[in-house]
């Protein structure tokens, strides 16, 4: 096996050169795409106070709107974007991402004069471009490391989760001193550019390649299938899964896109740390333990297996969600507790995409994690608006919108343990058995396509 595996390493160098080839320099590159990406979703909320002063008249409600759109087209053509990215390889949809994200904060930060401009620079330019990205890259590294994909998917994950751990202060202070827009447009080119360098590197691991001596985690079950998007939404489990990256992505998604008016609802918002405003210092940390998360808990899952992992992170995040509507008033705990919300939370994006290559298979995994991205947008729905009108009835308050993304964990912890795991178990314990249904792999560890 070591051999053959050689020569298919060998075969990825031969074809992208001895850089482009290299499976390492690839998961790189779509950190590096990940990383420019991430402050889309992540800084929004630091522009909100700005946009509120612009447009007073606006409700708050409105404003948030504006982050569900761009979760919505962040997640929705994902789909068709990854069945292109299979079909027709990965370079040429990056650069339809880059270009859209590039144009998305330029034409928001130079020409938007009302919340509905924002709503399609914002939310459909930025959002298809980052969406388009953020799939791309994440399937890129599930087809590179079938040896390592909670790890590799949690690395990708980390750049868009923690990316923005880098840049979310220097973005506050821009915003200071040139207002949002400028800070927009300025941050929109930079960002836009080196979005299109990477597009240039990324590439598909060549048909037939494996990594060398590769052998599949004892932890981990892997289907024998590579199942077409068709051949996945007839599985039970795959509707399972969606069910529950709905409910987990529901608490992170509200705190990231509400943090400023979640602060103030608490009433910490005008407390600094350091000098810093507390918001963009408490988003900053949580930024690095978004970015943590996704490495750490993949990393666990390679060896624990994912449906174990879920079940302790997500029972874990739904006692923390409950314990933010327990410090109101208290900026040190606030400050303490908003970071391990996001360590509990970020996980979602490296073991929802890794468990999709492991169940369904890589070769499909664009289109098929896509499918199941898109229950983000929805998730956005009640994280950007519904949480917001949930707050506006009670006064302001997020408490009771926090309660329900605590149900929503727990549940979903239960359905990962005793649901999901059983029934992936069974299937794939019958494909290895030679009962299963569908067409089999091609090439499987130590044999070539």
Known sequence: ?????????????????????????????????????????????????????????????DIALIFSLFILFETWPVPVAGYFIDKFGIRNLMLIGSILVLLGWVLGGLFATSVFHLYIYYGVLAGTGCGIIYIATVANAVKWFPDKRGLAAGLTAAGFGGGSALTLIPISGTITSMGWAGAMTAWGIGQGIVAIAMALILHHPPKGWLPKDWVQPKAVVQTRQEFTATQMLSQKEFYIMYFMFLMVCTGGLMTTGNMSQIAKSLRVFDAKVMGIAIVPFVATLAGVTNAFARIMWGSV??????????????????????????????PIAFMILMPF???AWGEIYALFSAITGDVFGPKNASGNYGILYTAKGLSSIMAGWGAAAVAAHFAGSFSVPYYIAAVFDIIAAVLALFVLRPIIRKRIAGEVAGDAKGPAIPAIAGSTQ
């Open 301 to 330: 899952s390679d060896r624990f297996g994912r449906e174990y992992t879920m079940a302790f992170a997500f029972a874990l995040e739904g006692v923390l969600i409950f314990l933010m509507t327990q410090v109101a008033g208290q």
């Open 1 to 61: 096996m070591s051999n053959q595996s050689s020569a298919q390493i060998d075969l990825a160098q031969q074809t992208f050169g001895p850089i482009v080839g290299n499976r390492w320099i690839q998961l790189a590159a779509g950190v590096v795409a990940m990383v420019v990406i991430s402050n889309f979703q992540y800084a929004f909320t630091l522009f909100t106070p700005g946009l509120k002063q612009q447009f007073p008249t606006v409700p708050y409600s």
């Open 341 to 343: 919300v996001f360590l």
